[in-house]
């Protein structure tokens, strides 16, 4: 199983902050569905492992499709025959389609504008909802993080190692893999 998502990290606010920065080249406008709202900057996409570890990074623009991220994220991660848990963000028969070709499949909760049929089970609803908290936990407004990093890729490998590094930490002690509140200062 592969738990996909995206959260948005804003680099600026103003229109002048976004002309005169260096991001000027790799940040974009976006919208935030989740927290309705337009923003600056780009989106860490990550593919992990149920337990959170870390599979595959990406930091895009943030007017790049999730869709098109996820699949190269899924064409870097996926060893075949898995299924991947994303929320509404990655629907569409193309999408799903895509991934079938890459050996996996699609499991995610069903848009209002869908068939009450929907298109994942009740069981996914709550591995739906933890797929959230690894790109969260990343994000450079984290409490987990390291104080003011130089630049936004960097502080956020060193969140994407850190968290690797308490999950492995955890499994050696026989905790619960998300048990990070420990590792905070």
Known sequence: MVLLDSTPIECGRSRETAKRSALGDAAAYGCCRSDSRFFWGMRLHLACAPDGTPRAAALAGADRPEREVGLDLLARSLHGGEAVICDKGYAGREFALAVEGLGAQV???ARRDEPDTGVASPSSASASSRSSGPARTCSPSSATAPARSRTCACGIATRLLMLAACISLNHQLG???????DYVA
Do not use: D, T, W, Y
């Not at 905790?175 to 509140?181: G, I, Q």
């Open 107 to 109: 499991l995610r909760l």
């Open 175 to 181: 905790r619960p893999s998300r048990a990070l509140v």
